[in-house]
């Protein structure tokens, strides 16, 4: 499931003049559907004959094609500073979103976007997610270094009031824990799940937990990102950032890497969302850049197909998160991690662009 790893498997092999290895693992990463530069095929072609190269680049070719599926929704304006995090609330119709550098929770209720002042001590804005039943907007709130303020932030999970944006709570890691919360997912029971891609745990909480509690220990995975809750309730589906899709099992806490009836590229996955039957997910760790819709077999343990949705759109910067609504992927586009250095300084030669909002249409069964 990872190109990544394919690449080095590649890397390797050249260097250790194993031809059969460089042919199968170029020949895998084609049919996964990745991009390969031409210096890299330059590297690879001696291994190669003339004809088979020529296949090769054709393939290539056609994996890194730009495919342009969607239309600007909105702008979220320039002095909000990298914009990561989407949710939308179905019972009133707004979208929120929230930002790294600064941590402005923005509301927009189709007349631009109105910023609510966040208490002191709150981090980096990441993933967030809507109960809906509930009434609670659940944001991931973590400390990296584009967080302008890092002066006495606790990364946590911020418990809001969907309908005032009241704070009511912070659910603070468990002691001891070093990483950061990326991205949030609701179950059925209203238990709030949160990733950790800094350090590799997941991390869980019941209605009125105290504090978060640790579902998947750092170690069994390496960076999960995006997470959604299995058909069944049981599991948690994970995108870990480097090896593709995991299944934790929640009674457990012990995930399993989903099976693949055919080779495709699955690391590098951030925004994972539900969608229907499929899953939808944004990778911006790939080459090239995509949006995928992703078909599971029925007891969702095997995935069945990858179906390129958009692909290396001129128009992106670095896709992340997303949300659906009205039978669209509204989808952070151009969140410009690139431009923002320590502390939300504007890095040399850069200039920062308001965040452009897209929306695609989502497939009907």
């Not at 590098?268 to 790939?286: E, M, P, V």
Request: glycine share 12%.
């Amino acid at each position: 499931m990872s190109s990544g790893q394919t690449r080095e498997r590649i890397a390797k092999a050249i260097e250790q003049n194993d031809a059969a290895n460089v042919v199968a693992a170029t020949e895998l990463l084609a049919i996964m559907g990745a991009g390969l530069t031409e210096a890299s095929q330059a590297r690879v072609a001696p291994f190669f004959s003339t004809s088979q190269m020529d296949g090769l680049k054709q393939r290539f070719a056609e994996n890194a094609q730009p495919l342009s599926a969607s239309t600007v929704f909105a702008h979220v304006p320039v002095e909000h500073r990298l914009v990561e995090g989407l949710a939308h609330d179905p019972a009133t119709g707004r979208l929120f979103a929230g930002t790294v550098v600064d941590g402005d929770l923005l509301v927009s209720e189709g007349l631009g976007w109105q910023p609510y002042e966040m208490p002191e001590g709150i981090g980096g804005l990441f993933g967030m997610k809507v109960d809906p039943g509930r009434r609670r907007l659940w944001i991931a709130s973590g400390v990296v270094d584009q967080v302008a303020d890092k002066s006495a932030i606790s990364p946590g999970l911020l418990e809001m009031d969907a309908d005032t944006l009241e704070l009511i709570d912070v659910k603070f890691m468990p002691a001891g824990a070093q990483g950061s919360p990326g991205d949030v997912a609701i179950g059925q029971d209203g238990t709030v799940y949160v990733s950790d891609g800094l350090k590799g745990a997941i991390y869980r909480c019941p209605p009125g937990c105290p504090t978060l509690e640790t579902l998947v220990p750092e170690g069994p995975l390496t960076s999960p990102q995006g997470m959604v809750l299995s058909r069944d309730g049981k599991s948690l589906i994970v995108a870990d950032y480097v090896g593709g899709l995991a299944r934790v099992d929640l009674a457990t806490g012990e995930p399993r890497w989903l099976e693949m009836r055919d080779a495709a590229m699955l690391d590098g996955i951030d925004g994972l969302l539900r969608y229907d039957q499929w899953l939808i997910a944004i990778q911006n760790g790939t080459s090239p850049r995509r949006i995928i819709r992703i078909t599971l077999n029925e007891d969702e343990s095997r995935v069945d197909s990858v179906e390129v949705m958009e692909r290396a759109n001129p128009a992106w910067g670095e896709p992340t998160l997303a949300t659906a609504t009205g039978g669209r992927l509204l989808y952070v586009a151009d969140s410009q991690w690139e431009v923002w250095g320590e502390g939300g300084v504007v890095k040399q030669g850069e200039k920062p662009r308001a965040t452009a909002v897209r929306a695609m249409p989502l497939p009907v069964r």
